[in-house]
């Protein structure tokens, strides 16, 4: 087995891409190891010293790190886990993965249902490029919130793709839409 390793925007996060599917279908983000218990994958990597965060796309795992651990003192243990899972047999996630975006409805559902078609054909997929995800909370006013996950959480050019990027763009396709902000959940 041959896992690549790719770079994000995120300069504490890495994105390792074992050739076949992770999670195929949703994603799943893990903060700690207690939120992990329904990831063998994610428990795994959680074993390595200076691991904060993992983050389960359909082909990838996005790790992140403490910022006063250096990626070549721990890239080798992370390598050996996700291989060492992958030999075990055991699956990615017991249980399903979350689904994505979170339900809205009332008199903005049409609107909602526009917002959440762009963010699944034109923004998804380019942060995910990125070893993130970012997915619907809420829409309010005028006001689209979404939670970045991944790569994306903590991203220092998080800012600049939300206001830049989906921002211009949901405002673009979408008159209603004013603002975008993100969410902690």
Known sequence: MF???ESTPNPATLKFLPGQPVLGQGTADFTDAETAAKSPLAQAVFTTDGVTGVFLGADF???TKRDDIDWAHIKPAILGAIMEHYQSGRPVMEGEAEAGHAV????DSEIVEQIKELLDTRVRPAVAQDGGDITFHGFDRGVVYLHMKGACAGCPSSTLTLKMGIENLLRHY?????EVRP???
């Open 104 to 107: 809205q409805e009332g008199p």
């Open 183 to 185: 969410v902690a959940v």
């Open 3 to 5: 896992i690549q390793t």
């Open 61 to 63: 795992v996005t790790v």
């Open 174 to 178: 979408i008159p209603e839409v004013t």
